[in-house]
């Protein structure tokens, strides 16, 4: 099992700035990838940013390439996700998730084992 918990949501103005937090507990952090995942008012959970077990690799969606950063610590058992020059468009329940599956990085929400509970961004314009 993994319990995964997220931080740092809050209300900020268009171009501003937020970094989301996750912390996990309860397998070996270093051996899974972690992944983003957003969901807007009445839109499906779509795929933010994805990291590898050691970090050396990531992935993006389009929509937020070169504006959000996805890292881990691995020592702290954590993953974050800071993004700036947020947009209007990027106002949704954020989510981290995890990946136990040996497969290279997914954008795929059922490749994801574990979710955490979500931490609301919103962004006024």
């Known amino acids: 099992q993994v319990q995964l918990v997220e931080s740092g949501g809050g209300l900020v103005q268009a171009g501003g700035s937020l970094r989301l937090s996750c912390a996990a507990s309860g397998r070996t952090f270093s051996r899974y990838a972690m992944g983003w995942f957003r969901q807007g008012p009445g839109k499906e959970r779509e795929f933010v940013a994805a990291i590898s077990a050691s970090g050396s690799s990531t992935t993006y969606a389009d929509s937020v390439q070169g504006r959000f950063t996805i890292s881990r610590v691995n020592a702290k058992n954590t993953v974050s996700l800071q993004m700036n020059s947020l947009k209007p468009e990027d106002t949704a329940v954020y989510y981290c998730?995890?990946?136990?599956?040996?497969?290279?990085?997914?954008?795929?929400?059922?490749?994801?084992?574990?979710w955490g509970q979500g931490t609301q961004v919103t962004v006024s314009s």
């Open positions: 998730a995890a990946d136990l599956q040996l497969t290279p990085l997914s954008m795929s929400r059922g490749n994801y084992d574990y």
